[in-house]
């Protein structure tokens, strides 16, 4: 049996601020979560979101949901 790595990448939006997440979507398929650490620190905690949910978070990012006035 072989065990899936992740595959981490970040935005090209990023423009290299030292505010940057990376995400492994690779694994959204075969394990139902999208894994995001802080690309700062590559050895530290990674958090596992549901696809579902992390496909909505992007999608209100894209249309603008979180920006504040």
Same mark, same amino acid.
């Not at 072989?2 to 394990?31: D, M, R």
């Given at each position: 049996?072989? +065990? ?7 935005? !090209?939006?990023?423009?290299? /601020? ?6 492994? =979507?690779?694994?959204?398929? +075969? ?7 802080? !690309?700062?620190?590559?050895? /530290? ?6 696809? =579902? ?17």
């Amino acid at each position: 049996m072989t +065990t899936e790595s992740p595959q981490w990448f970040k935005s !090209s939006y990023s423009n290299n /601020g030292g505010q940057c997440i990376e995400v492994a =979507a690779n694994l959204a398929a +075969t394990h139902g979560a999208v894994p995001v650490r802080d !690309s700062k620190n590559r050895s /530290g905690p990674v958090l596992a979101f549901p696809t =579902a949910s992390f496909t909505s978070f992007v999608a209100g990012v894209k249309t603008g949901a979180f920006l504040t006035l």
